[in-house]
């Protein structure tokens, strides 16, 4: 079972890579850095795909903040405030302020999410690839982490 999985992931992302590299190199500079930001044919009136992509992307910024919310400021109550079970209301109020104030003022200082994309691409593009399987590897180790 194991090789059949590697083998359907093996070939999804060969075909996935060679299709993306010749799109790329056969436009090259007319790729917009973020891809459901390139403009449409003059043949086509309206990209259907591309324009739910964007809806998708919109979606995922607006639902973003008031997911992210709670675990924000679960997280500093804990780590900075070492508050136990529930907060007071004024903290819980300030730091839901203070959370959606630094959203607000990132979002007016960077206005191009393609550099805030690309930030978050290469923070956790480096997290996904150096820190998880290290800390995979001495969570599924029969050792001890002391040990390693």
């Given at each position: 079972?194991?090789k059949?999985?590697?083998?359907t ?29 390139r ?9 259907g795909?591309m324009?739910f992509?964007?809806?998708?992307i ?5 639902i ?5 919310l709670h675990p ?9 405030f070492r508050?136990?079970g529930?907060s ?16 607000m003022?990132?979002?007016?200082v960077?206005?191009n999410?393609?550099?805030?994309f ?11 690839a ?5 800390l995979?590897h ?11």
């Amino acid at each position: 079972m194991d090789k059949v999985i590697f083998r359907t992931i093996a070939t999804m992302c060969t075909l996935f890579s060679v299709i993306s590299l010749f799109g790329y190199l056969s436009l090259l500079s007319d790729v917009p850095a973020l891809i459901v930001m390139r403009k449409t044919a003059d043949t086509i009136s309206n990209d259907g795909a591309m324009v739910f992509g964007r809806f998708l992307i919109c979606l995922t910024l607006v639902i973003g903040v008031p997911l992210n919310l709670h675990p924000c400021r679960s997280s500093i109550e804990k780590l900075c405030f070492r508050v136990q079970g529930t907060s007071p209301m004024w903290m819980h109020v300030l730091i839901t302020l203070l959370f959606i104030a630094v959203t607000m003022t990132t979002a007016i200082v960077f206005p191009n999410i393609v550099f805030v994309f690309s930030f978050l691409g290469g923070f956790c593009g480096t997290i996904m690839a150096i820190i998880i399987p290290a800390l995979l590897h001495v969570k599924l180790s029969e050792k001890p982490a002391s040990s390693i």
